[in-house]
């Protein structure tokens, strides 16, 4: 199976501090402990290696992001995906 969330940030470079602080800021809407192994996730990193966003996808419609702010901490929010099916366009 695949690695823990933690495993896979180190091994790309994260530094363990930066991991444990960045599940600690996702505790607020999600816990990595309940990850799950086909969960999706991308890393976005600066110039220097740091990082500065996260997503966490668990399922089709429901994202987790993380991003940097200026001050370092991190901004959690939750979002949600549109599926483009049940969206209705309307033009005048």
């Given at each position: ?5 933690y495993?896979?940030l ?7 501090s930066?991991v444990?602080?960045?599940?600690k800021s ?18 976005y990193?600066?110039?220097?290696n ?11 419609l ?17 979002q949600e ?9 309307s033009?005048?």
């Amino acid at each position: 199976g695949k690695r823990p969330v933690y495993s896979e940030l180190v091994a790309c470079g994260i530094t363990p501090s930066e991991v444990l602080y960045l599940a600690k800021s996702f505790k607020k809407v999600f816990d990595f402990r309940n990850a799950r192994p086909d969960d999706r996730y991308q890393i976005y990193l600066t110039n220097d290696n740091n990082l500065h966003k996260f997503t966490y996808r668990r399922d089709p419609l429901d994202e987790y992001v993380a991003e940097r702010s200026p001050n370092g901490d991190f901004h959690i929010f939750k979002q949600e995906i549109l599926r483009a099916q049940n969206l209705n366009w309307s033009f005048p």
